[in-house]
Nanobody, 121 residues
Framework: QVQVVESGGGLVQAGGSLRLSCTAS????????MGWYRQAPGYQRELVAD???????NYADSVKGRFTISRDNAKNTVFLQMNRLKPEDTGVYYC???????????????WGQGTQVTVSS
């Protein structure tokens, strides 16, 4: 059984910072791709940033230069440092983890429950 648990959301003024954390735990072989998605009311869920176990990183254009994703492979934990936040960054942020159950199986997708980020103007 795999659990993906996020923490770190909250309310912040525009220009402020927040740091999100997410840990994948349970019984599995490895976790390759980990990342953050967000969903604002009335909009589809969109990719914010993701990072592979070997370090390759992908950012949405809207957050480049403001957000930084990183991970601790030993702890299967991913972080999202969000600086210079804007009201349009408001939404529920979901952690995604591509988990390989055993050495011989393909990755399965797991999601956290979501954490609210609200940026006031």
């Amino acid at each position: 059984q795999v659990q993906v648990v996020e923490s770190g959301g909250g309310l912040v003024q525009a220009g402020g910072s927040l740091r999100l954390s997410c840990t994948a735990s349970g019984s599995f072989f490895s976790v390759d791709l980990m990342g953050w998605y967000r969903q604002a009311p009335g909009y589809q869920r969109e990719l914010v940033a993701d990072i592979r176990r070997r370090g390759s990183i992908n950012y949405a254009d809207s957050v480049k230069g403001r957000f930084t994703i990183s991970r601790d492979n030993a702890k299967n934990t991913v972080f999202l440092q969000m600086n210079r936040l804007k009201p349009e960054d408001t939404g529920v942020y979901y952690c995604h983890a591509a988990v390989q159950p055993t050495k011989w199986q393909r990755d399965d997708d797991f999601w956290g429950q979501g954490t609210q980020v609200t940026v006031s103007s």
